[in-house]
């Protein structure tokens, strides 16, 4: 009876339904992320931004081809620079380990195809999204949020007369690193101006509609 019971309970546990849920697999991405900008483990976070506002820094001074050659450049200097060190220290001691690197090279780097499916799948959920709601705005389903864009590209186009993409992505990555810390040790006075800044802006909107005919959101 209890060899038929654990049969029972390993078939359950084995069905399709009780498999992760890719949400959970998402939220946890989303969780990392949110832990790396809050700096909740300031080396992880410092280890991240370093290396991303030093790729980004190389980018701006050096072409992407010096850029990629000295990153391999420099993985091959560290790795060829072990294997030989490891090499001549077990020639001295005259033991045969062999690679040092041999535990890496025996893992298992392949990309599944279920994984690829699923990554792929969520992917494609979020471009049909976007493409939905771009087809929205571009079409003016929204006149005040087909209005909201036509401001921010009008915005951008001074934005781009004085930074380039890589600046902007420098810029993007210290706001990303400091915005959120910032407003986590003073969310309450932010929470106030916030509040503050969107009753005008709502109130500005709303003046808008009323003079302007067929701004009104369209209830669906």
Request: charged share 15%.
């Amino acid at each position: 009876m209890e060899d038929q019971s654990t049969l029972v309970s390993s078939s359950k546990a084995s069905q399709p339904g009780d498999q992760p849920c890719p949400a959970a697999e998402d939220s946890s991405g989303v969780s990392m992320a949110r832990e790396l900008v809050y700096w909740t483990d300031w080396r992880k976070s410092a280890a991240v931004f370093g290396s991303t506002l030093t790729l980004l820094v190389s980018l701006a001074v050096f072409s992407v081809v010096s850029v990629l050659a000295y990153l391999v450049l420099a993985l091959l200097s560290v790795t060829i620079t072990f294997r030989v060190y490891r090499s001549v220290l077990q020639a001295v001691q005259k033991t045969q380990d062999g690679n040092p690197f041999k535990a890496y090279l025996e893992q298992d780097v392949t990309v599944s195809p279920d994984t690829f499916h699923h990554y792929c799948t969520t992917g494609l959920a979020y471009v049909n999204q976007a493409l939905k709601y771009l087809l929205r705005l571009f079409l003016v389903h929204d006149l005040i949020d087909s209005l909201k864009l036509t401001a921010l590209m009008w915005l951008m186009t001074y934005v781009g007369a004085v930074f380039n993409g890589l600046t902007l992505l420098i810029l993007a990555l210290l706001l990303t690193f400091s915005v959120p810390a910032v407003y986590k040790k003073y969310q309450t006075e932010v929470d106030q101006y916030l509040d503050v800044a969107q009753k005008q802006f709502n109130s500005i909107v709303e003046k808008i509609q009323e003079k302007i005919p067929g701004t009104k959101r369209k209830t669906e």
